[in-house]
């Protein structure tokens, strides 16, 4: 499946981390593969890289919680007409959260910005961690996204907060 990927970046911040888009396209491309995603025609997806005060507002919003986090995702599951992609959904990220986050780890910043990538991904295509097994099976096949792109197991060192 071929996944078109809106980008947006609301905060300059990113510019700490110079390849986020590249990265980000590696690492979707990397959790379709490990996922044995399939389908005809493409997806879409689009990706906000925000701040910590736009990710507050969307988790206040969304999920009733008065605090910045990681990576939020939002699941459309629109179906495109005949021949058109399939709208997956958002994802949104924080720049000063996942730099702290990397930061405490002793994580390098892509590694730990692909991990969240990839968990958001995940939502959207159906994956959740609700109980101890969704959980547990989520977390492998990120360990595999990470491991496909050359990063260490991220789960060897953090527990993934949104």
Known sequence: MKVALDISVPSGLWRGLPRARALARETIAAAIAESGLAREGGAEVSLCLADDARLQALNLRWRG???????????????????????????????????????????????????????????????????????????????????????ADPYAREVVDG
């Open 65 to 151: 919680v008065d605090k910045p986090t990681n990576v939020l995702s939002f699941p459309a599951a629109l179906p495109g007409r005949f021949g058109e992609p399939v709208t997956l959904g958002d994802i949104a990220l924080s720049y000063e959260t996942l730099a702290r986050e990397a930061n405490e780890l002793g994580a390098p910043l892509a590694d730990h910005y692909r991990h969240l990538v990839a968990h958001g991904f995940l939502h959207l295509i159906g994956y959740d961690h609700g109980s101890d097994e969704e959980a547990e099976r989520m977390e492998a096949l990120e360990s595999r996204i990470m491991a496909r792109l050359g990063a």
